[in-house]
């Protein structure tokens, strides 16, 4: 008879994780034969909050729903609430947004990897215990987090929540003079950004070789960020408002957030999918900088999810300088915008992947419907697919604190948002 036995390991409360989940696991004859990231925060009923709401609440509303990309959630809302209502925005709207973005990705990359996942890689539980072996390491993270905030806030107010954005634009176009201070600060920071991308590169990872399908955003001309169509690495090529034709979202008993497949078939997003699918559109430099320093794309290893983030930021640093290079104020710095009743539709890169809204609008401009369709609930069948497979690839017959290690960097690569996520892992394991 085989012996049979059940170990429960909890991990403190400092995880590095964003909510509340927990992983079991079950081993049979050198098998998994059960492995459940179970989510089990309760359902937050976002959309049926929005029902009866004016377009005017919207942004402001939304932006609620998550602490850390709430810029993302306004975007995709106001994407989808102009398209329902016939308002066109102009270039400088479009290009101050795409401004207002990269200071999202900015802070939400820069603190993944300093405060959430590298302690991992260099042996550390945490980012303090990080701080006393790697600090200027640390210092250039949090400065580098700490330029994403402040540029969110150019545009939005504040940091957190911002209340900047409207439909049709914004509320307020930064001054001249403050757009000055903020193009220095990007230029002086683009020595650190290149930094990380090379300490990035050169940071050991598991081995890891998987097929997965990428999907993100793509635009004809620009690395996609709010705008473009949806697509595959497997040939989907489809706008906003055909999503729910090709991607289903289900419940399953052991999680609270839902599971979303794509024909079927489990799907990753986020910055690995979105660099496998638009690498070529970063500038030149920067993807010679990335054969340089090994990464060969498209990449079939989720850990490269972290050089992604780093290459992003990369690149984010030197495009709003850019963007802002030839600010002026505009004469109003949002479009008219006039209720009327209809359906709309927006998907924009959130720092963890593809975000979809769908609102249905009366004639007041009052919200009959909404559906939102996060990153973090595409990524979940592909987290469990992930972790299958890198636990196996680890070897089964490992101590559980390795089992539990190796499944926390995995579900950590993701940079899962389950409130949009969870303070603590607890891994029980049983072998037979």
């Known amino acids: 008879m085989t012996e049979r036995r059940d170990v429960r390991i909890e991990v403190p409360v400092l995880a590095r994780v964003e909510g509340e989940g927990a992983l079991s696991l079950e081993v049979r004859e050198g098998r998994i034969e059960r ?12 959309e049926k909050l929005l029902e009866g709401r004016g377009y ?40 101050m947004r795409r401004v207002f973005y ?25 980012v303090v215990e990080m701080a006393k072996g790697h600090p200027e390491l640390v210092r250039r993270g949090l400065r580098l987090q700490a330029l994403g905030n402040d540029l969110i806030a150019l545009f939005g107010g504040r940091s957190v929540h911002p209340v900047g954005a409207c439909v049709g634009g914004f509320h307020h176009a930064p001054t001249v003079a403050a757009v000055a201070v903020m193009r220095a600060r990007l ?63 289900l419940q399953v008993p052991h999680s609270t957030a839902l599971h979303a497949l794509l024909h079927d078939e489990p799907y990753m997003v986020g910055p690995l999918a979105r660099l496998n699918l638009n ?26 999810s972290l050089i992604a983030r780093a290459a992003e930021i990369a690149f984010i640093v030197g495009e709003a300088e850019r963007l802002l ?48 369709v996060p990153p973090t609930s595409q990524n979940q069948a592909r987290i469990e697919a992930d972790l299958r497979q890198s636990l196996e690839l680890l070897g089964l017959d490992q101590p559980d604190e390795a089992l539990r290690l190796r499944g926390e960097q995995v579900i950590r690569s993701y940079d899962p948002c389950i409130s949009c996520a969870t303070h603590f892992l607890r891994l029980d394991v049983r072998r037979e």
Do not use: K
């Open 35 to 46: 492995l459940q990231l179970r989510i089990y925060e309760p359902p937050r009923l976002f």
């Open 187 to 249: 230029n002086d920071a683009q020595e650190d950004a290149l930094a990380l991308l090379d300490w990035a590169l050169a940071l050991p990872v598991p081995d890891s070789d998987q097929d997965f399908v990428s999907v993100a955003l793509r635009h004809p001309q620009d690395y996609a960020m709010a705008e473009g169509r949806i697509v595959s690495d497997r040939g989907l090529d489809i706008g906003a408002e055909a999503f729910e034709a090709h991607f289903r979202e």
């Open 56 to 95: 005017e609440e919207i942004p402001d509303a939304v932006a609620r729903i998550c602490g850390i990309c709430p810029v993302a959630y306004q975007m995709s809302a106001v994407a989808a609430l102009e398209q329902a209502m016939g308002v066109a925005v102009d270039d400088w709207v479009r290009r």
């Open 279 to 304: 690498h070529e559109r970063l500038p030149q430099a920067l993807r010679e900088r990335l054969l340089a320093g090994g990464l060969r794309l498209p990449s079939r290893n989720p850990f490269h």
């Open 102 to 126: 990269c200071g999202e990705w900015l802070q939400s990359h820069a603190l993944h990897i300093h405060l959430l996942a590298a302690p991992d890689f260099l042996g550390y539980d945490s």
């Open 325 to 372: 290079a030839d600010y002026a104020e505009p004469p109003l710095p949002a479009a008219a915008v006039t209720p009327r009743a209809g359906v709309g539709f927006g998907a924009t890169e959130a720092p963890r992947g593809l975000l979809w809204h769908r609102y249905e609008m009366n004639e007041a401009g009052h919200v009959c419907r909404a559906r939102i």
